[in-house]
Structures are given as C-alpha cells and as structure tokens.
C-alpha cells in the first residue's frame, strides 16, 4: 500500500490544482462579464448624457434664431414705418434694408422646424413686399406675427399654463 501512496497523492493534488485552475477560471469569467455590465451601463450613460447636452444645445440655438429673427423683424418694421415717415430724409428704404433680416431668417432656415421656417420666410416676404410695393393691410402682419409665434411656442414647448409648484 506504500507504493500506491505517492501516486494517490499526485493524483489527488492534480485534482486539487484542476479544481482551482477552475474556481479561477469561472472567478475570472464572472468578473468578466460583470466589467462588461458596467461598461455598457457606463457607455448607455455617457450616450443618453451626449443626447440630452445636444438636445439642449439644439434647444439654445432654436431659441436664439428664432428671438434674434423676430427682434429683428420688429426692429425693421420700425425702421420702415420711419423711412416712410420721412424721419431719414428719405421715404424709401435703401437696398440692403434687409440684409440683417435675411441673416436672421438664415439662422431660422439652418435650427428651426419647416413650420418655423415657412412662418418665419412668410414675414420676411411680407416686409420685402410691403417696403417696396405697399399692398397688405396691417391685419395681414398681425396674423403673420401670431403664425410665427405659435410655431415657435410649440417648437420650443412653451405653454400658456403656468406650473404650480
């Protein structure tokens, strides 16, 4: 039984060392799997962190064309009343009366929605047209106006009820 002895030993050993090369093994595979949980829960964060910072910066640069055009629509329609009041010396408004207005109207082209855009391009004719071929009654420009603003409220979902908190 001696001899036998050694050679159980051995074996016995063997399987001990096999048993934990396993425990290791299925250990390491485990640890692996859950860094791959967490990477992906980390990569699913860091994306749904990249979607809201750009739906918020897309938000900013909405609002900001949308308020820089209509400011500005309101500032050349005060400049024309005056050009036609003759405040300037002259009753016509000279060629480039516009062009702060078209860049505005780019800015709503590039950021806003097709109903901003087409509400925002329909004011902007209407003020070229009125400027050089007076046809429109005031009221046209009023509904225009609140065309305009409605696309906007909705876009940027402003609602007319207050929150109460």
Do not use: C
Not at 10 to 23: D, E, K, R, T
Not at 110 to 115: A, D, L, N, P, S
């Amino acid at each position: 039984m001696t001899t036998w002895a050694p050679v159980i030993s051995a074996v016995a050993a063997v399987i001990a060392a096999a048993i934990a090369l396993f425990g290791v093994l299925l250990t390491q595979k485990r640890a692996d799997e859950r860094a791959q949980r967490e990477l992906g829960i980390r990569q699913a964060e860091e994306e749904a962190k990249r979607k809201r910072e750009d739906a918020l910066r897309s938000y900013d640069q909405r609002r900001d064309a949308y308020s820089g055009f209509f400011t500005e629509f309101e500032r050349r329609v005060r400049l024309f009343e005056a050009w036609q009041a003759g405040e300037f010396g002259q009753t016509e408004p000279p060629e480039d009366a516009l062009t702060p207005l078209a860049e505005k109207l780019t800015m709503v082209n590039i950021y806003g929605t097709v109903t901003a855009r087409a509400a925002a391009d329909r004011l902007f004719r209407w003020l070229a047209a009125e400027m050089w071929r007076p046809v429109h009654p005031q009221e046209d420009v009023e509904r225009l106006e609140r065309v305009y603003i409605s696309a906007v409220r909705q876009d940027l979902g402003v609602t007319d009820r207050v929150e109460q908190s």
